[in-house]
């Protein structure tokens, strides 16, 4: 089992920044990704980046060099940074872990509450 818990989300004028960050608890040694996703009003949620277990990260077109992920694996934390906001970005930002089927666990997903970010002047 897999415990994840959000923070950070707010009310931000277009160009500020923001940081998200996103506690794991549980299992997490069997979490092989874990991301960002976001969902606003009237569009499909999408991927805003992630980060594997060796460190490999990927982002979303959208957010190519104004958003950075990072992980602290002693603190087992993942966040988000976010930077040069644009009313765009307003959604719903949801912290995501996932696991990949191995000899001992099956695969699976583990979700955040999330945490609304608001980009508006």
């Known amino acids: 089992q897999v415990q994840l818990v959000e923070s950070g989300g707010g009310l931000v004028q277009p160009g500020g920044s923001l940081r998200l960050s996103c506690a794991a608890s549980?299992?997490?040694?069997?979490?092989?990704?874990m991301g960002w996703y976001r969902q606003a009003p009237g569009k499909e949620r999408e991927l805003v980046a992630a980060?594997?277990?060796?460190?490999?990260?990927n982002y979303g077109d959208s957010v190519k060099g104004r958003f950075t992920i990072s992980r602290d694996n002693p603190k087992r934390t993942v966040y988000l940074q976010m930077n040069g906001l644009k009313p765009e970005d307003t959604a719903v930002y949801y912290c995501?872990?996932?696991?990949?089927?191995?000899?001992?666990?099956?695969?699976?997903?583990?979700w955040g509450q999330g945490t609304q970010v608001t980009v508006s002047s």
């Open positions: 980060i594997s277990s060796s460190g490999s990260t």
């Open positions: 549980g299992s997490t040694f069997s979490i092989n990704i």
């Open positions: 995501n872990a996932h696991r990949s089927a191995s000899a001992f666990m099956r695969s699976g997903d583990y």
